[in-house]
């Protein structure tokens, strides 16, 4: 198992998730910290002003009796005054906190050099727990700052007891058994959790399935919905049986500790009433300070509880992510080339996806030439998307390697190398930002570039889907939003199209079907404007996969994929001329355009 594959150590993780939040709110979170023991100190004190109030009345003490009734006064009314402003204090910094977590996340997430983390099962299931637990990760630090001060609650009242008879500090090493069952049951509740995070997974995907308007009509239509209620069930159940078994269980162990404890703490009453013979005011202190050490220790544990399950496995997830982020990019040491001399090659390439063994390109040799028109062909399957993925750095190859003007693709910066690219997929994202924006992220320093879109839009051949909007390009694209349109799939592939053309003289230009919606009328003559232009450079290379041989054939070079192997490669009319895969197929299409 390689290192990316196992969490962080806990204590490591913790300390890297509390730089991150003091990062966020420096002063924020040192008063709020201050405020927390502050608002703690007063509420310790309480049994301590009662053991002086019995003394000061039973002894006739009246400066005794004010001194307790001031400070249990001094005491309620602080407890609550600080309670209050460290509340509205850790409010503001949780708020600052939570963005700065999140965005955090979500730019790691984004930073990933490749997608492999999103088709490995066991990276899946780590994800979507930190997207649950990023929403309360800001909990943490409020969690840090009430354990804090339940702690120095223990403290004060230990003390306390101990001024009694030091053998009262027993008490405290009742309580010790409820602390390790607090701290434990997480751990287990969570690794349960986990182990079922795939059931819980499918029992949300399922939920959306049955509930969301993009699959409604086919849900309908073929009206599974019940079936897909009763494996939403089944799913469900698969997680949360062995999650309650394990709830139900520490259960057990925790309030056998808490019995434990319960059982002290009468022994300690006794002991100083009956054995010690101690005077009232000292029962009363123990008496007082024993029912809150219960309370004290119930929040405490309680707090390290929470800390265990969210803190201590969300921050070692946030952790990881983090380090699973930085090696994507480590060894990146080769600058990204400026021109293409000469060209790229691929070198004995082999790829199998993530938790598969079969090889979905076996062995390809092959060099694309700067200047050219690359076309790559081949039945579904056969590996043309996944070489376009290969190129762009979304997988690193399982065997050989993919050499960019003779520097190694691995060894370049991701972003770097993907600043040469430009492109469009037929996979493509609906984007639900203004049409400006939608087509604008294509080329981030000039995404408020109008001049810029407009000319992509042009390119793109999107111009009569922005004609045909009310606001133009300042039209709100998804129509869950504030005057907010829908497109059809045929207007979003045409957005998605002059997204793809928005940076103008990539190094590499990569069209993976994105004209399906098409016909191939319009498709043909988009297709031969971008040949014209991309041959007016010696520098580019057009990457283009479609299955429709009456674009590919335009082509300077085609290169022929079947069964994950690169079987033929040549011009068209070398191709047609050698009778081989290429011939075939294009005279199958060919026959059913007759």
């Not at 799913?235 to 404890?261: K, T």
């Not at 370049?412 to 939608?438: C, I, K, N, Y």
Request: aromatic content about 8%; proline content about 4%; some cysteine.
């Amino acid at each position: 198992m390689s290192s990316t594959d196992d969490l962080p150590p806990a204590l490591p993780a913790m300390w890297r998730a509390l730089k991150r939040g003091y990062e966020a709110a420096p002063s924020l979170l040192s008063v709020s910290l201050g405020l927390a023991l502050a608002a703690a100190l007063p509420d310790a004190l309480l049994a301590l002003w009662f053991k002086l109030l019995a003394d000061g009345v039973l002894g006739g003490r009246r400066g005794l009796v004010t001194t307790a009734a001031v400070g249990l006064g001094v005491s309620a009314a602080a407890t609550w005054f600080l309670r209050v402003i460290s509340e509205r204090t850790q409010r503001r910094f949780r708020d600052q906190v939570t963005i700065a977590l999140e965005s955090h996340v979500a730019w790691l997430q984004a930073s990933v050099a490749t997608v492999e983390h999103h088709e490995r099962p066991v990276y899946l299931d780590r994800l979507a727990m930190l997207r649950n637990q990023v929403f309360v990760l800001d909990h943490m630090y409020m969690s840090l700052f009430t354990t804090c001060g339940w702690v120095l609650r223990l403290g004060v009242t230990v003390a306390l007891l101990v001024s009694i008879h030091p053998a009262l500090a027993l008490l405290a090493a009742f309580a010790l058994p409820t602390v390790l069952t607090s701290t434990w049951r997480p751990g287990v509740e969570r690794a349960a959790e986990e182990r079922g995070a795939s059931a819980n997974r499918l029992a949300r995907h399922l939920f959306d399935v049955a509930t969301t308007a993009p699959p409604g009509k086919e849900v309908r239509v073929t009206r599974i919905g019940a079936r897909l209620v009763a494996q939403r069930r089944a799913a469900w159940e698969r997680w949360y049986g062995p999650v309650a078994q394990a709830r139900r269980r520490s259960a057990a162990w925790h309030a056998l500790a808490w019995a434990l404890f319960g059982a002290a703490y009468v022994g300690a009453v006794v002991f100083v009433a009956s054995v010690l013979a101690s005077p009232p005011g000292a029962v009363l202190l123990v008496l007082a300070a024993g029912s809150r050490l219960s309370a004290y220790i119930g929040g405490t544990v309680g707090e390290i509880g929470f800390l265990r399950g969210i803190w201590l496995e969300g921050s070692r997830r946030l952790a990881w992510l983090e380090d699973y982020a930085a090696a994507q990019s480590r060894g990146a040491d080769v600058p990204a080339p400026d021109r293409l001399g000469d060209g790229i090659r691929f070198e004995h390439v082999s790829f199998a996806y993530p938790g598969t063994e079969r090889l979905v390109l076996d062995d390809v040799d092959l060099r694309l030439a700067p200047g050219s028109v690359v076309a790559i062909v081949g039945e579904n399957g056969a590996g043309k998307t996944t070489l376009v993925k290969l190129l762009c750095r979304l997988y690193q190859p399982t065997k050989g390697r993919i050499l960019v003007d003779g520097a190694e693709l691995a060894r370049m910066p991701p972003a770097t190398w993907r600043s040469r690219l430009a492109g469009a997929f037929q996979d493509f994202f609906r984007f639900e930002f203004r049409v400006r924006h939608t087509v604008g992220v294509g080329d981030l320093p000039r995404l408020d570039d109008r001049p810029a879109v407009a000319a992509a839009v042009e390119r793109g051949g999107a111009r009569d889907v922005v004609r045909q909007l009310a606001a133009g390009l300042e039209t709100q694209l998804g129509s869950t939003w504030p005057e907010g349109v829908e497109l059809s799939f045929g207007q979003w592939q045409k957005l998605a199209l002059a997204r793809g053309f928005m940076r103008e003289r990539p190094l590499v230009l990569v069209l993976d079907e994105p004209t399906a919606a098409l016909d191939a009328e319009t498709e043909h003559a988009l297709f031969e404007r971008y040949a014209a232009a991309a041959r007016g450079s010696d520098d580019r290379i057009t990457i283009l996969v479609s299955h429709r041989f009456s674009t590919v054939r335009m082509a300077d070079f085609i290169v022929v994929l079947h069964g994950s192997r690169l079987v033929e490669s040549g011009t068209h009319e070398a191709l047609m001329a050698r009778g081989g895969r290429y011939a075939d197929l294009y005279r199958i299409q060919a026959a059913a355009y007759r």
